[in-house]
């Protein structure tokens, strides 16, 4: 018999902090890039019904310890006007030995915490150490994490956001000026936010792209987050050939990417220009930004091994403190 812990919504937030996330993300993609890490390609399951979809992500991580971990969880874009959250489901943590089940976590907390962590981390290691004025597309729960993420590896002097409608960006502001110490301006259109911004963060559900290149600022650095699947981007295809681009993983973006699949298509870029996953970049710091005047793109697409690593974390700290609901399974 195992002693499974089961950690909900409340506890993964108060158990997983973005700042130790983003140590705990760190380590997952040296992890990574030291190959200690298996891990397939997410499968996704659709029927009839076109307003959703399930995912899939398992992976191993060797290393001290192992373990085995699989998210399952329902994306449904539409959910947050019904006052959802879009992505719903649980990460399952599985003993690397034994296959005893360790833990189950609640996916959307997980989700959002790990997305923005992995953000901030490319974030460190691409950005110019002087970027200061961030711009966010987006409102959601994506948004609001990276509105949080972002201050803590730079000294964010403003953080502009552009919303779908003014009401969501100025309603965006008003909550998170309780959570984050810097300007938040709420602004009309994704042009305004981005123009002259050292850091954009876009991380909304549009199929189409939201950010055209001649807004783009040299020496600027991009976080193309929303787009997860291969027929939704956020860039057009200039911004990504403006760039030097990175990824979390070339194997999941060159099969389900439409920020770089619709480039490629488009001739504007070649297989090559896929510069270093992020990993690499942490186990060589040569591979990152080379100039202050380039653009630097990274492309998150969320991998298993995050959600993996995270509960794992959420795991050991909640069986040092005795948190969530134990039971016998």
Same mark, same amino acid.
């Given at each position: ?14 158990? %997983?902090?973005?700042?130790?996330? +983003?140590?705990?993300?760190? &380590?997952? @993609?040296?992890? =990574? ?7 397939? %390609?997410?499968? =996704? ?7 959703? @979809? ?17 998210? &399952? ?28 089940? %360790? ?8 989700? *959002? ?7 901030? !981390?490319?974030?460190? !290691? !691409? ?8 711009? +966010? ?20 002097? &403003? ?9 969501? #960006? ?10 984050? $110490? ?9 042009? &305004?936010?981005?123009? $002259?911004?050292? +850091? ?16 783009? *600022?040299?020496?600027?650095? =991009? ?12 860039? $057009? ?8 681009? /990175?990824?979390?993983?070339?194997? #999941? ?6 920020? /770089? ?21 942490? =186990? ?46």
């Amino acid at each position: 018999m195992t002693r499974t812990v089961i950690l909900g919504h409340d506890d993964v937030i108060d158990l %997983l902090p973005m700042r130790e996330c +983003i140590g705990v993300m760190r &380590e997952a @993609f040296s992890a =990574l890039a030291r190959g200690e890490v298996h891990q397939p %390609l997410r499968s =996704l399951v659709r029927s009839s019904d076109p307003s959703g @979809f399930l995912g899939l992500m398992p992976a191993f991580r060797g290393g001290n310890r192992s373990f085995w971990g699989l998210k &399952e969880v329902c994306v449904f874009p539409g959910n947050p006007a019904r006052g959802l959250d879009s992505h719903l489901g649980a990460v399952l943590l599985h003993d690397g030995s034994t296959g005893e089940l %360790l833990a189950i976590a609640e996916a959307s907390a997980v989700t *959002s915490i790990r997305t923005a962590a992995v953000t901030a !981390l490319a974030t460190d !290691l !691409l950005a110019r150490r002087d970027a200061s004025v961030v711009a +966010i597309a987006g409102t959601g729960a994506q948004a609001r994490a990276h509105a949080q993420a972002i201050p803590l590896i730079r000294e964010v002097s &403003e953080i502009r956001v552009a919303g779908r409608t003014p009401e969501a #960006s100025a309603a965006f502001c008003q909550e998170m000026r309780r959570r984050v $110490d810097c300007a938040l301006t709420p602004v009309g259109t994704v042009e &305004e936010a981005v123009r $002259d911004a050292d +850091i954009v963060v876009t991380a909304t559900s549009s199929k189409t792209p939201i950010l055209n290149r001649p807004w783009v *600022s040299g020496g600027a650095h =991009l976080n193309l987050v929303g787009a997860s699947v291969r027929t939704a981007r956020e860039a $057009d295809g200039a911004t990504i050939a403006a760039g030097r681009l /990175y990824v979390d993983r070339r194997e #999941s973006t060159i099969n389900e990417s439409g920020d /770089y699949l619709f480039a490629l298509e488009e001739a504007v870029i070649d297989q090559s220009h896929i510069q270093a996953e992020i990993g690499e970049v942490l =186990l060589d710091s040569n591979l990152g930004r080379r100039t202050r005047d380039e653009i630097t793109i990274f492309k998150s697409l969320g991998l298993a091994i995050e959600d993996l690593a995270a509960t794992a974390w959420l795991y050991e700290r909640a069986n040092a403190s005795a948190r969530g609901n134990w039971v016998d399974f």
